[in-house]
């Protein structure tokens, strides 16, 4: 499977870059260092749900969009769950990082 950007937790690894608790300072990177593609913010994405970060899905907030991130223990104690589904349209600013990391991909290959 690949990067999909109606799936919360890849488009919210690559909108933050990676995954930051939104009530705490822990932070998911399991692969520092690693290629930064779609490929690397989809595995970080489906990781973080393998293991228990809640990601719902994004809102808009003014001129920026926001993702709600918890980490495992911020969601136990919130009594929140990740969303299982896709969201119904990818956020545009998703759609344009996703085109501009294709495109210097293709530029760089």
Same mark, same amino acid.
């Given at each position: 499977?690949s990067?999909?950007p109606? @799936?919360? !937790? ?9 995954? *930051?608790?939104?009530?705490? /300072? #822990? ?11 779609? @490929?690397? !913010?989809?595995r970080?994405?489906?990781?973080a749900?393998?293991? *228990?970060?809640?990601?719902? /899905? #994004? ?9 709600n ?12 769950d990740?969303?299982d589904?896709?969201?119904?349209l #990818?956020?545009p ?17």
């Amino acid at each position: 499977m690949s990067f999909d950007p109606k @799936d919360p !937790y890849d488009a919210a690894a690559l909108y933050d870059m990676w995954l *930051n608790c939104s009530r705490c /300072p #822990a932070t998911f990177d399991f692969e520092p260092g690693g290629e930064v593609n779609l @490929d690397y !913010y989809h595995r970080i994405g489906q990781q973080a749900r393998i293991e *228990n970060w809640a990601v719902l /899905p #994004a809102r808009n907030h003014g001129e920026e969009l926001v993702f709600n991130v918890l980490c495992p223990d911020c969601a136990r104690r919130f009594g929140v769950d990740g969303c299982d589904g896709r969201m119904e349209l #990818a956020a545009p600013v998703i759609d344009q990082i996703c085109q501009a990391m294709r495109d210097a991909s293709e530029q760089a290959a």
